[in-house]
């Protein structure tokens, strides 16, 4: 890769954050130019994405130095097949959040903070794509932080007092974690002494500090496991995603968290390399099993939910458990699925939210068992929502039977039969929650009067992202093989 | 691409042809209602149409081949044409082109719910026919599973939507068993999961254990569908509470996706060598016995008559795993053409049991006194399948049971023959007093009343009395004729020719 | 090396451990959030000192200067962009702390809570 194309994955990442800097100004000027200017710097970005393809080689990775400082002192970017897949997929689905947002967010947000808003989230999406594909673990942190910050507040951007009290839990468990990401860092710091994640990868091989080692790295997973609400941490997680608004529920839901598990699979395979003195082999142990009860205890949690946005809260939390049953498996399979978990996970549970968010649009629902009838008044949000909870369950011919069967795959191939029937289990439960909500939608008769005179369906420009992400789901299905040979071999690679 | 395949695109065209009805409900959903049903039957004969063409090629030996998507190496969604799928394809087909032709007339409310899901459910199961491998068996699988949930229910009374409750439990615990099947059969199985061949797996690349772990999982999830005992659970609440023309297909052609991927397990992917080297086909067989002979018992004690037609299905669906597990030629042949002949003979049953419901809303046997005299010719052709359940000769079903008790001296177990009898006897001991509270007994028979006058006026609806008439037609036309090509010993004899050369 | 040596990452230690405490025990939303700031602290402490030699001097290159008596610069470097994070979380935290405030009237997580369980039912 040469020339002005090895700029791009750096300047994706910049694209959106000069955005975020300008759009205080762009709105001095005009305020309803906000939208569509935020819109317009990730769709740029997202154009850049595109212009990428083809380039990245699937089994190696591709440097840029940052300021053309030298690698053990500059930050380095290190963009791999997998992080340019999850950067696409980042850019995509916080593309369509934020155009979803536009009539959404009138309602629920007073005309200030409107562009604090668009600020804040021009910021997430930055950051996120930073931090999958960043090469230097502090530079990791840093992306890390302005994620977390700027989710905090996004929780929280409505004012309204639920939303403050579940941003206020959410930071209290998400700051410490934070801090606890610098300790680990610090302690890497300390053996080693570099930063960037190629030179610790070799310099952990050499390093005599086994007990510190061991304890960075069980440092660093277990506050990742606290961003990425892998259960028993994941107590911040159906109080937020289900109190804010809902395009931003769908970018926290189906970005943030499944994002900073994958920092897990970066620290594991990036950094640690899983091959000295089986280093990581216990917390790796302690983290699946993490992992297997959060496929269960998400699951039955969702089924007992009866506010609709909860219920997918907990769903998220039982997939944040399937993504993590993936890295652990320590195989190509296990990591393709997880990797391609990220991307269905997040298309299916954004689309989920963005359709609880048509339902509080037009009649201001919330629960599941509003929804009887729902098919009559709304179809085309009830298709949309059957069609990515077809996903969820993970049904062919979905992108999430593709991702169920190499993360099933994999853990078999890993001689791990029980986490693969727990996972199985895992899809179980979704069928249970998730056909309850289409039961309700399509097949029972709404109450007389429940859904008083005409209700239209979801505006359009709510509608259409809804719809992009469903299709989406079927999308990476049924041509998953665009992908999933490259995915093999990235993760064969990693690994 | 399969040895001696002919890539074509042929094997598509069956797989989308059905969706024309999709696309016409889609196009003018309230308008014109009558041309938009028979675009539905349009879409639906063409499909039979188009399998019907294949069949010169099949019978001379050739496969087509078409590939859809490959994921990875090994791992790929195609569609392939062999004798044993286009068998089943050309079964499903014919079926579905009667039953949509008696859904038009029969279905009464959301027509354009009931034929969208009609029309994709033939799709996905011709997909599932024409699956090269069964990962893309699964998904069609899948698919259809889900996709005849709303055939079920869509009568939405209370007692429809428990039975689609039901439905959905255990169609989605099998599917996870089924799926877990797959997966260790890929992994064990050396990264394939073709049909092509005669016997996929061996001891040599696989444990024992591993070989079994395998087997029975495919059995349950597969078993579920097919409805073995104890898993047939969902089977005589579906059936009474959906359409006729959807129980007709669910138990013509669904429960025999069951058994068809049943099939596949022991002739391609195990090969009848391994099963019997494993020795594991006496244990299904074993389940296989026990359905007969207690579906039978079942079906004694039901007076809803579709329930008591699901119970005969249940019995029925188990003579075709006995056959494959027999280990037989006859045994297998028998197995294999039973699965066309039961779909003929208790699809019409199922077609009669509509005319009866539509014409007197009557339910249960014991409200059909003097019926036959109202519904001569449905009567007759109920008569007609009712006997050949039996089997009773010249008709498909006595040709299935003279196989299977052929099958099971071939394979030394006299045993089978007695199961055979005892369930030919408690068939009959069902059916024969449906047809005697039709025919010999009537108002008023006690007080010595003279029987009715045969009264044709009422069977004036040709859309729904073509099929059931035709269908018995088919029951002993097909059980005289045997060997005429393009029937079921055509193609079966030619399968189980590769499996007992 | 042994402890007496390295008293400055006990040090650290015991000072994560106290902020942590005070995170997850204290009541009081106002008192967590100094706790944070304990944590964090003592995360820098850690830092600094692995970059710290005896007799060093700041890392500015000038005539005369040896480069080998200069400190590790880098997790200084470290420690100043993790105080800016660590303002702006404490920012974003009290500012928080205000609105719940004004709107709960109370700064006890116990009662905050609690209040959550009465609205859900």
């Not at chain 3, 850690?46 to 400190?71: N, T, W």
Request: charged share 10%; net charge positive; aromatic share 12%.
């Amino acid at each position: 890769m040469s020339g002005g194309i090895r700029h791009l994955p750096i300047l994706m990442i910049t694209l959106p954050m000069v955005g975020a800097a300008l759009m205080p100004f762009i709105s001095y000027v005009r305020r309803g130019a906000v939208p569509w200017a935020s819109a317009l710097f990730l769709a740029a970005s997202s154009a850049l994405g595109l212009a990428l393809i083809g380039k990245i080689p699937p089994d190696g990775s591709v440097g840029y130095r940052l300021g053309g400082w030298e690698p053990p002192f500059g930050i380095e970017l290190m963009v791999d097949f997998t992080g340019y897949f999850l950067m696409m997929v980042v850019c995509g689905i916080s593309l369509l959040s934020l155009v979803y947002s536009r009539p959404y967010i009138m309602r629920e947000v007073e005309g200030g903070k409107i562009t604090a808003y668009y600020v804040l989230f021009l910021l997430l999406s930055a950051s996120m794509m930073g931090f999958v594909v960043t090469g230097d673990i502090f530079n990791l942190f840093v992306f890390m932080e302005i994620l977390s910050i700027s989710s905090y507040a996004l929780v929280a951007v409505t004012g309204n007092r639920n939303a403050v009290r579940a941003a206020f839990k959410y930071l209290l468990m998400g700051a410490p974690s934070s801090i606890m990401v610098l300790l680990g860092i610090g302690l890497l710091y300390s053996v080693t002494g570099t930063l960037n994640m190629a030179d610790l990868a070799m310099r952990i091989g050499e390093s005599g500090y086994r007990e510190v080692l061991i304890a960075a790295y069980a440092v660093l997973v277990l506050a990742f496991m606290v961003k990425a609400a892998i259960f028993p941490l994941h107590l911040w997680l159906p109080d937020a995603h289900s109190i804010a608004p809902s395009p931003m529920s769908a970018m926290l839901s189906g970005l943030v968290v499944a994002v900073s598990a994958f920092a897990i699979g970066r620290i594991t395979f990036s950094v640690f390399t899983t091959r000295p003195w089986g280093l990581v082999s216990s917390t790796l142990e302690a983290l699946a099993a993490a992992g297997a009860a959060a496929v269960l205890f998400g699951g039955i949690m969702a089924i007992y939910q009866r506010d609709f946005k909860m219920m997918i809260a907990y769903s998220t939390v039982s997939h944040m458990g399937y993504i993590v049953l993936g890295l652990t498996a320590l195989n190509p399979e296990g990591l393709t699925g997880a990797v391609y978990h990220v991307l269905d996970h997040g298309v299916a549970k954004a689309c989920l939210f963005l359709c609880a968010g048509n339902f509080i649009y037009r009649k201001g629902i919330r629960r599941i068992d509003q929804l009887k009838g729902a098919w009559q008044e709304m179809p085309w949000t009830c298709f949309a929502f059957a069609l990515a909870a077809w996903s969820v369950i993970g049904l062919p011919p979905s992108a999430g039977f593709i991702s169920k069967w190499y993360l099933v795959y994999g853990n078999v191939k890993a001689d791990r039969v029980p986490y693969a029937v727990v996972l199985l289990l895992g899809s179980i439960l979704a069928a249970v929650y998730c056909f309850r909500v289409i039961y309700y939608m399509f097949f029972q008769p709404g109450e007389e009067g429940a859904w008083g005179d005409k209700v239209a369906d979801a505006p359009s420009g709510m509608l259409a992202p809804t719809w992009i992400l469903s299709l989406a789901t079927l999308f990476f299905g049924v041509f998953s093989y665009l992908f999933i040979d490259s995915l093999l071999k990235a993760a064969a690679s990693l690994l | 691409m399969p040895e001696g395949a002919t890539r074509s695109v042929v094997p598509l065209l069956p797989v989308l042809l059905p969706w024309i009805s999709l696309v016409a409900i889609l196009l003018m959903p309230k308008k014109a209602p009558r041309v938009r049903l028979w675009l539905c039957f349009a879409g639906s004969a063409l499909t039979f149409l188009v399998v019907i063409l294949m069949l010169p090629g099949v019978l001379d030996g050739k496969t087509y081949y078409f590939k859809l998507a490959s994921i990875v190496e090994g791992l790929e969604i195609s569609l392939y044409v062999d004798t044993l799928g286009y068998y089943f394809a050309l079964v499903l087909a014919f079926m579905w082109m009667l039953a949509t032709l008696y859904s038009i007339s029969y279905i009464d409310h959301k027509h354009n719910r009931f034929f969208a899901f009609l029309a994709l459910c033939c799709s996905f199961l011709i997909g599932c026919a024409f699956s090269r491998n069964m990962f893309t068996y699964f998904i069609f699988y899948e698919m259809m599973t889900f996709g005849s949930y709303p055939l079920i229910i869509h009568e939405e009374t209370t007692m429809a939507r428990r039975a689609g409750y039901k439905y959905l439990v255990y169609a989605i615990a099998a599917g996870t068993v089924l799926f877990f099947a797959i997966i260790a059969n890929y992994f064990w199985g050396g990264g394939v999961l073709d049909f092509e061949r005669w016997g996929l797996l061996s001891l040599e690349t696989a444990s024992r254990a591993a070989l079994l772990t395998i087997f029975f999982t495919y059995i349950a999830g597969f078993g579920v569908k097919a409805a073995i005992m104890p898993l047939h659970g969902w089977v005589p609440d579906a059936h009474p509470a959906a359409p006729s023309p959807a129980s007709a297909l669910l138990s013509g052609v669904i429960l025999k996706a069951g058994a068809f991927g049943i099939m596949r397990v022991i002739f391609n992917l195990f090969g009848v060598d391994l099963m019997k080297e494993l020795g594991v086909h006496w244990i299904v067989a074993v389940f296989a016995c026990i359905t007969i002979v207690m579906a039978s018992v079942f079906a004694l004690t039901q007076d809803n008559l579709k329930r008591r037609l699901a119970y005969s299905s249940i019995g029925q669906v188990s003579y075709i795993i006995l056959g494959l597990t027999m280990v037989s030629r006859d045994g297998a042949l028998g197995g294999v053409m039973h699965l066309a002949h039961h779909a003929l003979m208790k699809a019409c049953l199922f077609l009669c049991a509509g005319v009866i419901l539509v014409k007197t809303g009557k339910k249960n046997i014991s409200e059909m006194r003097g019926i036959g005299y109202r519904l001569p010719v449905t009567m007759i052709c109920f008569s007609v399948c009712a006997l050949a359940m039996m089997g009773t000769p010249p008709s498909v079903g006595f040709i299935s049971k003279w196989l299977l008790g052929s099958g099971s001296m071939q394979a030394g177990l006299p045993v089978y023959v007695v199961i055979l009898l005892v369930s030919s006897l408690l068939n009959a001991a069902y059916f024969l007093p449906i047809i005697y509270t039709a025919f010999f007994r009537w108002e008023g028979d006690e007080e010595g009343a003279h029987h009715p006058k045969l009264d044709f006026s009422t069977e004036n609806d040709q859309l729904m009395m073509g099929p059931v008439v035709l269908l018995a037609l088919l029951v002993v036309v097909v059980g005289i004729w045997v060997t005429v090509p393009g029937f079921p010993y055509s193609l079966a004899s030619r399968v189980v020719d590769f499996i007992f050369p | 090396m042994n402890l007496w040596h390295n008293y400055h990452y006990a040090v650290a230690m015991v000072l994560f451990c106290v902020g942590l405490y005070t995170v997850i025990m204290r009541r009081n939303i106002i008192k967590k959030i100094i706790g944070l700031n304990i944590m964090e602290t003592s995360v820098f402490l850690f830092l600094i000192s692995i970059g710290y030699r005896k007799g060093g001097v700041a890392p500015i290159h000038a005539e005369g200067l040896d480069p080998s008596r200069m400190v590790n610069p880098l997790p200084q470097s470290l420690i100043l962009t993790g105080i800016v994070v660590a303002v702006s979380v404490t920012a974003l935290a009290l500012s928080m702390v205000i609105l719940l405030y004004r709107q709960f009237g109370t700064l006890d997580v116990s009662r905050l809570f609690r209040e959550e369980t009465e609205e859900a039912d």
